[in-house]
C-alpha cells in the first residue's frame, strides 16, 4: 500500500515519534511505501513530497517540531483548493492519508473525506483541546516546561517580593495554564472558559498579601478573557483558518495588577518556548502508541476516523465527533482543586 503522512498546524513535541511509528511499522510490518508531504497541506497542493523509510526516521524520537515541516495551509480557503487536494492525492498514488494535526488539520481531513480521500487522523496539539481523546501528545511537555519556568519564577518573585504575571498558550481552552498552575502553586489561574473579574483577582492577592505572602504567580492562558466591560483587551490579525494571533492578555493583566494593588508587577511570557524541544517520555509514548495504531487503522480500512486515548486505550472515533469544537477545562479540575489555592 502507499501511505501518505503529513502534519499540519503549529508544531508538537511527539510528532516525530508518530511518523517514526507508522514508518516503522508500515514499512516492517505491512510492506507499505510511505511517503511524507512537506508543510501540512500546502505540499499536497504543491506535490512537494519525501520518500520515507526507517533509515530516513534514524535519530528523529527525542527531537521536538517535525521532519516533515508544517504550515496553516487550508485548501478550503484557496479556489479549487479541495479538488486540487485530491486531484495530487491520487497523481501521487496514495491509496490512503495519514493527517497527523488539531482541529484545523483534522477539521480538513474530514471534509475531504466526506469529498473521497481514504484518511485516518490523529490528534496533536500542546494545547490539548482536541475532543474525543482524554490528551493530544505534546500538552504533556508543554505543562512540563510551564510548570518549569513557574518554579524558575517562584525564586525571582520571593527574592522581590513581586507578583509575576506568566502567560501560556490555550487559544480555546485553558489546561496548560490550569495544569501548570496546579503544579506550579499559582494564586490565581486565568482561563479562557471563565471570564475573569480584574477587581477579584486583585482582592485576592491582596488578602494573600495581607497573611504575610509578598510573592504571588497569576497564571494567564493566551485566551483568557475579562468579563465583559471590565478590561480593555487587544486584537490581532488573522491566520488561513480565521484565528486571532494572541498575546498580550498578560501585559494587561500586569498592569492593572500592579496599578490596582501596588504591587511590584513583572510579566513573562513563555510563547513558542512551551512548543519546542524534546517531548518527555509520556509524549513519546503516547504519539507513538498512536502512530501504530493509525497504520492499523489503514489497515482495517478505517477511513474518516481518528485514533484516540480513551480510559488508557487508544480506540478509534470518526473524524467528525473530534472536530468543531473544543474540548475546555473540567470545571471540578478548575474550581474543585485549582482555585483551592486562588489567593
Ligand atoms: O498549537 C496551538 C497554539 O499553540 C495556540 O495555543 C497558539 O495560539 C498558537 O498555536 C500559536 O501558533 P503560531 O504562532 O505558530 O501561529
Known sequence: MRVGLLTGGGDCPGLNAVIRAVVRKGEFQYGDDLVGFLDG???VLERQTMPLDVEACRGILPKGGTMLGTSRTNPYKLEGGAQQALDN?????????????????????????????VCVGVPKTIDNDLEGTEVTFGFHTAVQIASDAIDRLHTTAESHDRVMVVEVMGRHAGWIATEAGIAGGAAFILIPEEPFDIEDVCARLKSRHDRGRYASIVVVAEGAVPKEGTMEVQSGETDAFGHVRLGGIGNRVA?????KTGFETRVTILGHIQRGGTPTAFDRILATRFGIAAIDAVHDGA?????????????????????????TVDPELYHGVAEVFFG
Do not use: F
Not at 255 to 259: L, N
Not at 315 to 324: C, T
Open 255 to 259: 498592569a492593572s495588577i500592579g496599578e
Open 89 to 117: 492525492l491520487r497523481a501521487e498514488r496514495i491509496d490512503s492519508l495519514i493527517a497527523i494535526g488539531g482541529d484545523d488539520t483534522l477539521g480538513v481531513a474530514n471534509k475531504l473525506a466526506k469529498e473521497g480521500l
Open 303 to 327: 477511513t474518516g476516523q481518528m485514533v484516540a486515548l480513551q480510559a488508557g486505550q487508544i480506540v478509534r472515533i470518526p473524524l467528525s465527533e473530534a472536530v468543531g469544537s473544543s474540548k
Open 41 to 43: 497541506w500546502k505540499g
